[in-house]
């Protein structure tokens, strides 16, 4: 049978674009669909943006440490106008160099939205139909909003933080995930009176114990006020906003963000009528091995999937696909090894297994574990702490885990994760010779064990 296209892409996000960029250079007839702009929540409205404006926050650190070393620095003032404008400039050029390199490659872009007709038919917002071999659904995900809270009209999500028009002096920060800890960390920086609520006992469900626990001291010595164990139940804006939280307190601001999750955005797509699996809890599209869900000319890749959200996941899943489907095939993904941040200040990169994680898979694990005052700090004054930990498989030696907290840690981290996708050993990194004067060179000097565990049991 004859199809218009051999590939029709559903979202220009990191996916899509990837996937459509290979599928074109392997010479298949390759149609993307867009709603919105080219680029995606990471260029537009995610990691882009938001790493921009973690460097905005950290000239606060830098302003104040600089008298430590020897520097009298005038009176500093922040002007968000400015930082919104550079940012607008910056992610306009990307989405821009996307759309060229999509463009390049041969793909044809339509920017509509899209749907789902049938396993080989999509239906663009104009009314035109186009048949398809393969379909790719890339349509990412968007933020949750907390359902059952009052006056949820007055909330903003991460999607429009970036662009307030004022900018908040008193920001509430609701949830406890990598992007709240994110916005709330940066926010403080810039100047705003920064609460933090969640229904959790403490910030990051999932990463390593030490991680969270030095991440919300390192918050709190910012000035971040935490409140755990509670979620609001009531909005109201008068000039201000009055957020009361369900332990009855009332917080006052100026805007308050929910940063409570992310849905796959597989609404009104027509995927169930095409007989696609969606899973019942979320609603994502289920996929197997191979990125194809139960209809074998429908696949999805990146958030849409929610299994690992991260951006180079969507790339690496789309670039994939595309050589499985239209090239020389491609090797299984490794996602074992992905390492990942947390762009607070200072950073959390996390690769692996935690200590907790180890502890249920391996009959032995050991941990290794360095706590200590940066040099920097010493000499700024700074009261800071950086975190390092190491989890070792017991019986095989290999790393599998690793966890820091501390300035660059994201840039650490990376190479960590190379390692330990080579099967590196403690003792690889024990005949390391160290970088010195760094952070870094701790990964390679912790001699002696922290805990030792045995059988699941604590051995000293
Ligand atoms: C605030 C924030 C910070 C983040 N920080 C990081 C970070 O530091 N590092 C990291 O790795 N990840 C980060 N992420 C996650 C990252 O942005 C996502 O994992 C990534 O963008 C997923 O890519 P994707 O291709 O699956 O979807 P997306 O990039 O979301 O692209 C989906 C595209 O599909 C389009 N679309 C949807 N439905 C349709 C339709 N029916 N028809 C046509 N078009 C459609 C959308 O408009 C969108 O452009 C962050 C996310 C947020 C929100």
New binding site residues.
Partial sequence: MAFDVDFFV????????RAARIAAGHGAKTLV???????????????VP??LYVYASRFADDFRDAAGFGWSVGEAKFDWPRLVAAKDKEITRLSEAYRENLMRSGAKLVE????VVDPNRVRLAGGAEVSARHILI????R?TLLPGVEGLEHAIT?NEIFDLPEFPRRLLVVGGG??AV??ASLFQRLGAEVTQVMRAPNILRGFDEDMRNGMRDAMARAGVVHRFGCLPIRIERDHDLRVTLSDGAVVEADQALIATG?LP?TK??GLEAAGVKLTAEHGAVEVDANLTSNVPSIHA????TDRV??????VRE?HTLADRLFGPGAAPIRYDTIA??V?GTPEIGTVGLTEKEALQRFPKADVYKTDFRPLKATVSGARERAIMKLVVDGVTQRIVGAHLLAHEAAEMIQLVAVAMTMGATKADFDATVAVHPTAAEELVTMRSASTRYEDGMQAG
């Fill in positions: 559903i979202g220009a996000g990191s996916g899509g674009v669909a867009e709603e919105s702009r080219v680029g995606g929540t990471c260029v537009l409205r995610g990691c938001k790493k509509e939205r899209a749907t890339a349509s990412g995900s933020p991460s990598y992007i994110e916005f992310r955005d009104g797509l890749i990146g958030d849409v959200n991260l951006t180079p996941v969507a789309g990942s941040a762009f």
